[in-house]
Nanobody, 126 residues
Framework: VQLQASGGGLVQAGGSLTLACAAS????????VGWFRRVPGKEREFVAGVSRRSGNSYYSDSVKGRFSISRGGAEKTYYLQMSSLQPEDTAVYYC????????????????????WGQGTQLTVSS
């Protein structure tokens, strides 16, 4: 399974941007897609995730109400819509796929995700 994240860029504070994640390869229909971000010198942080089977989505407290994860029209295409962006959202954003998720929720720890995209840089200027 391969994932390709795209859509990063430079945005002014208060602005919006949508990241895309396209996964290819064979999986079951029971998988979860997560978005993480990393700032240099810090641990990778869970941002949002969604279960393919249930459609349930989960968000970190820092982005709840501002970010939205959704599935695109194509199978295994997912978006992270980000609004009210702040400088502290500046990071490299990664999408990842958990091929065997817990049926009741989406994992928020990175070790649960087996497949990772290459990351896309988001910079929010003040």
């Amino acid at each position: 399974v391969q994932l390709q994240a795209s859509g990063g860029g430079l945005v002014q504070a208060g602005g919006s941007l949508t990241l895309a994640c396209a996964a290819s390869g064979r999986t079951s229909t029971n998988y979860a897609v997560g978005w993480f971000r990393r700032v240099p010198g810090k641990e990778r942080e869970f941002v949002a995730g969604v279960s393919r089977r249930s459609g349930n989505s989960y968000y970190s407290d820092s982005v709840k109400g501002r970010f939205s994860i959704s599935r695109g029209g194509a199978e295994k295409t997912y978006y992270l819509q980000m609004s009210s962006l702040q400088p502290e959202d500046t990071a490299v954003y990664y999408c990842a796929l958990d091929p065997a998720p817990n049926p009741l929720n989406v994992a928020t720890i990175s070790s649960r995700y087996r497949y990772w995209g290459q990351g896309t840089q988001l910079t929010v200027s003040s």
